[in-house]
């Protein structure tokens, strides 16, 4: 399967979905870190693709979604952005809204 689509099949399985560098249980940089805990905190279930596993897609990537640095944030397929932006959009309410929305659209 070609590397952009292994991206987009990563992109279709759950409505938020976050390449990041290691696990949410176990994440190997501050901001892959703070951005799983954002996640956590905004309650959601989410998909989470550790580029480490993959150089090929980890250097695809930033040429798919034009954003140089990880981790990136992508709700319904849709790139978000890094972790400063996810801060952001969780002290101003946006992110759960995003999220919310876009996980009830696909539960109905």
Known sequence: MDVTERIKQHLATQPVVLFMKG??????????AQT?????????????VNIFEDLELRDELKRFSNWP??????????LI???DIAMQMLQ????????DDATSKSAA
């Open 92 to 99: 101003n309410g946006e992110l759960k809204q995003l999220i």
């Open 81 to 83: 952005g890094g972790c």
């Open 69 to 78: 640095t990880y981790p990136q944030l992508y709700v319904k397929g849709e």
């Open 36 to 48: 799983v805990a954002v996640l956590k905190h905004v309650g959601t279930d989410f998909h989470a």
């Open 23 to 32: 696990t949410p249980d176990f994440p190997q940089c501050g901001f892959s």
